[in-house]
């Protein structure tokens, strides 16, 4: 049981160079992906957490302007890298897109780009809280197929074997649409506000 599904076609046809700080350090990650949102996953289960969303961007561009930025970025900061942090998989961490020290130089490179390209940058919570508003009614469907099988999982299952993976997964996502501030009421049934609200 994972969490809610995301489309395969959630990147198709666009590169995002992306800037995620680290919440509360001066340590930030750059790289390039076509899905942001699974990228973050990767680098940590509970990303809204970890890194900062509200000082975190997003370039749209094409693949291989997001190479070349990239790239730039990694040459010019190259004696700022730093180890990623330890709950980070060694898996998905990277070992040279990680920086100490350079947030401001980065952003500014960036919004140069922008302007400079005419390319939207979006700021990190904005573009994960479109991506959800997005799939709204996948989201509502997601949870009703959730809710039921909690309440079967809770009446057909020994208590011994109950493994729990449809609460977490939905729990999961509870959370994070409430981190990037989205209205929960209006994106989940009241049965799952109500199953939140008492567990």
């Not at 992906?33 to 094409?62: A, I, K, M, N, W």
């Not at 020290?101 to 960036?110: E, I, R």
């Not at 039921?148 to 729990?164: H, K």
């Amino acid at each position: 049981m994972d969490e809610f599904v995301m489309p395969r076609t959630l990147g198709k046809g666009r590169t995002y160079v992306y800037l995620f700080p680290w919440r509360e350090q001066d340590l930030l990650k750059v790289g390039f992906s076509r899905q942001p949102l699974v990228r973050l996953r990767t680098l940590h289960r509970r990303f809204f957490e970890v890194f900062d969303l509200d000082r975190g961007y997003l370039l749209e561009t094409r693949l291989a302007q997001a190479r070349q930025i990239e790239r730039d970025i990694i040459l010019r900061h190259a004696e700022q890298r730093s180890p990623a942090p330890l709950v980070v998989p060694d898996a998905a961490a990277g070992y040279s897109e990680w920086f100490r020290g350079v947030y401001p130089a980065v952003t500014a490179a960036l919004r140069d780009v922008a302007e400079r390209e005419g390319l939207a940058l979006h700021s990190l919570r904005d573009w994960l809280r479109q991506w959800f508003e997005s799939q709204g009614d996948g989201l509502y469907e997601w949870s009703l197929r959730m809710l039921d099988a909690i309440e079967y999982e809770a009446f057909n299952v020994p208590a011994e074997f109950q493994r729990g993976e449809a609460a977490r997964a939905l729990r999961y996502v509870m959370d994070a649409c409430e981190a990037i501030g989205l209205p929960l009421a209006r994106f989940f049934p009241d049965g799952a506000m109500a199953w939140r609200a008492s567990s």
